[in-house]
């Protein structure tokens, strides 16, 4: 199985500042074909995941652009420019490529 | 709008067995693979299997191989997973998911407890 390893596993920032969080996987995430199916999300406490970036660096519908994703291969990294109060939850990598599907241990993020 | 509606949450004892449905709105149903995915308390969450309603083809984690049936009623827009052999360490809450992660349901609770 694929392992994806995800640092740092605890956040703390402060508002306004920014925050990333590095992904890395044990297998290239690069498909057959062409894609990188690396998707981020981020879980708020009492709430099911929600999806944020798929593909490296899609932003989905209603994401804020202070979230953006990058990277490619192994090495994946989703970037808050400026926290805000309603960013505190866990935040998962996921690879689609390999079979099983397997997910990042989580990120929590919390505001100093 | 799109949405996955989930079923109640559960309580059952060791060896027991638990379904849990999911049920689609907003989309064609048949068009978007259904995943689930499991997260114990305070755990990560963890890949279980996929199914495809249209052609009710599926593929399991090998974990889950021989205690996880994953199987759809199309007429009703509805994806069950059913886990059998229930033991204390499936304890967690259930989600489903479409194919690519950007819907997923509200979760459903299940408890192993003799």
């Known amino acids: 199985d694929v392992v994806m390893t995800q640092s740092p596993l605890s956040l703390p920032v402060t508002l306004g500042q920014p925050a990333s969080i590095s992904c890395r996987s044990s297998?290239?995430?690069?498909?057959?074909?062409?894609?990188?199916?690396l998707n981020w999300f981020q879980q708020r406490p009492g709430q099911s995941p929600r999806r944020l970036i798929y593909?490296?660096?899609n932003w989905d519908s209603g994401v804020p652009d202070r979230f953006s994703g990058s990277g490619s291969g192994t090495d994946f990294t989703l970037k808050i420019s400026r926290v805000e109060a309603e960013d505190v939850g866990v935040y998962y990598c996921?690879?689609?490529?390999?079979?099983?599907?397997?997910f990042g241990q989580g990120t929590r993020l919390e505001i100093k | 709008q799109v949405q996955l509606v989930q079923s109640g949450a559960e309580v059952k004892k060791p060896g027991a067995s638990v379904k849990v449905s999911c049920k689609a709105s907003?989309?064609?149903?048949?068009?978007?693979?259904i995943n689930w995915v499991r997260q114990a308390t305070g755990q990560g969450l963890e890949w279980m299997g996929w199914m495809n309603p249209n052609s009710g083809n599926t593929g399991y984690a090998q974990k889950f191989q021989g205690r996880v049936t994953m199987t759809r009623n199309t007429s009703i827009s509805t994806a069950y997973m059913e886990l059998s052999s229930l033991r204390s360490e499936d304890t967690a809450v259930y989600y489903c998911?479409?194919?690519?992660?950007?819907?997923w349901g509200q979760g459903t609770m299940v408890t192993v407890s003799s």
């Open positions: 297998q290239s995430l690069v498909y057959s074909d062409g894609n990188t199916y």
């Open positions: 996921m690879q689609g490529t390999h079979w099983p599907l397997t």
């Open positions: 907003g989309y064609t149903f048949t068009s978007y693979d």
């Open positions: 998911a479409r194919t690519t992660f950007d819907i």
């Open positions: 593909k490296v660096s």
